[in-house]
């Protein structure tokens, strides 16, 4: 069950000053990532995740990074009980090569003031350079396919480099490779890669793995990444849908958003469980805005899990909305 982070604090801060950061880092899942051997302009990012696992709102102040070859992004600066946010590493490829470390402080500055430490590490070749340095589907309507994009990749060194094969684990990414040229130890491929129809709903982050012939067993592996989103035909949200903090035997109410781009009907909208009460309507529209009502019990704890809303779309009949609460006891 999820406690009061003050409450933990009171407690635990006469016994232990180093819970002050501990508090901190318990929200993420891990604390360094090692990217290997890459190519030059390969687009290289990792993304730290972490979750707000206490009932007080967290908040990030601050990234700062020891080196200028990896760039910080936050997700999301301020995180409510039970959401969720990144720390995205991205590195430079094209400015930087060699060995290089690099350690994000990250400050938080509510509900307490602490400090954790993130790091990464990547040795960036320069005989091997990708351009463009991944592959961009941006937004694909989902069941379209999408034509063969090119990245052009170059060697400079052994007259024999060679790219053996290339590797996927997602059926949707059609690969093919082209040797264009080779000559006086400069030796250039094509990459083609292409999505088919039927890609699944949501964000596209996956890879084309590059394997070589190269003598060192840790360079032989040339990642590039592959990149999207796969809009629906109907989309819910927001998701996951947070109700927040609510006083046993209360209510509050939430909207969601159903939308398409055609106008259509929402059939039928079920909830985790019967303090779930919903309102729709049976017109047609492109945008539904469906009232939530949730009920709180008498027992404090966590409320989490499913809403399914059912539509008269093919293809999109059923979409589902995680959903979160937190009820609370006022007097304890």
Not at 103 to 109: A, E, L, P, S
Not at 143 to 155: F, L
Not at 241 to 254: P, W
Request: aromatic share 6%; hydrophobic share 40%.
């Amino acid at each position: 069950m999820r406690r009061s982070l003050i409450t933990l604090v009171l407690f635990l801060a006469a016994g232990s000053s180093g819970w002050a950061q501990d508090w901190a880092r318990a929200m993420f899942d891990h604390t360094s990532h090692d990217f290997g051997v890459v190519a030059r302009g390969q687009k290289v990012e990792h993304r730290f995740s972490l979750e707000n696992i206490y009932l007080e709102d967290v908040s990030i102040e601050a990234v700062h990074s020891s080196c200028t070859c990896t760039t910080p992004e936050v997700t999301r600066k301020t995180l409510k009980t039970y959401e969720k946010g990144e720390i995205v590493a991205v590195v430079d490829t094209r400015k930087f090569l060699g060995h290089r470390e690099s350690t994000f402080r990250v400050v938080f500055d509510e509900p307490f003031p602490a400090e954790v430490q993130l790091h990464c590490y990547v040795s960036i070749r320069s005989d091997v350079v990708l351009q463009p340095g991944a592959v961009q589907f941006d937004s694909v309507p989902y069941g379209t396919s999408v034509p063969a994009k090119k990245v052009s990749i170059s060697y400079a060194g052994r007259d024999d480099w060679q790219i053996l094969r290339t590797e996927t684990g997602n059926p949707h990414i059609v690969v093919s490779l082209i040797e264009t040229g080779r000559q006086l130890g400069q030796v250039s491929y094509d990459l083609l890669v292409g999505l088919k129809a039927g890609a699944p709903v949501g964000y596209l982050r996956d890879r084309v793995t590059l394997v070589t012939n190269d003598r060192d067993e840790k360079a032989t592996h040339v990642v590039v990444s592959v990149e999207g989103v796969v809009k629906p035909t109907v989309s819910a949200g927001p998701s996951p849908l947070m109700l927040g903090l609510v006083g046993v035997g209360k209510e509050v109410e939430r909207a969601l958003m159903v939308r398409a781009d055609k106008p259509f009907r929402i059939l039928e909208v079920s909830g985790p469980n019967d303090q779930f009460r919903f309102k729709i309507t049976d017109e047609a529209k492109t945008l539904h805005v469906v009232p939530v009502t949730f009920a709180a019990g008498g027992t404090p704890g966590k409320v989490a899990g499913t809403i399914r809303i059912k539509t008269d779309v093919p293809g999109a009949e059923l979409l589902e909305v995680i959903v979160h609460a937190q009820v609370v006891d006022p007097s304890s």
